[in-house]
């Protein structure tokens, strides 16, 4: 069964940091854009980053850019989510998602996304 497993969530101070891992599980992700989602309560599911197959193209919400780094690993098949500068609107649970696709224009649309992991909370809160 191909799926991503999440890790690295917690509750942090505005302000604060977070490293969020997805590793692909029973499968070889290099082949996989990986993007990261996050939904928080009553609303809709959203992109926040996704990175292409071979790292080399990024794409970022405006709303976390310059904050959050998205990279990869791909001898350790995991992708990577610095999450720096947390603000209490950051609270959601996030997901990451691969596609697999080798080109070079990622995409950050949720529904381009059909492997995915479980999710990890995060919550911003003093």
């Known amino acids: 069964q191909l799926q991503f497993v999440e890790s690295g969530g917690g509750l942090v101070q505005p302000g604060g940091s977070l490293r969020l891992s997805c590793q692909a599980s029973g499968f070889t992700s290099i082949y996989y854009a990986i993007g990261w989602f996050r939904q928080a309560p009553g609303k809709e599911r959203e992109g926040v980053s996704c990175i292409s197959s071979n790292g080399g193209r990024t794409k970022y919400a405006d709303s976390v850019k310059g904050r959050f780094t998205i990279s990869r690993d791909n001898a350790k098949n995991t992708v990577y989510l610095q999450m720096n500068s947390l603000k209490p609107e950051d609270t959601a649970v996030y997901y990451c998602?691969?596609?697999?696709?080798?080109?070079?224009?990622?995409?950050?649309?949720?529904?381009?996304?059909?492997?995915w992991g479980q999710g990890t909370q995060v919550a911003v809160s003093s």
């Open positions: 998602a691969g596609r697999y696709y080798t080109g070079a224009n990622p995409p950050l649309d949720y529904a381009e996304y059909d492997v």
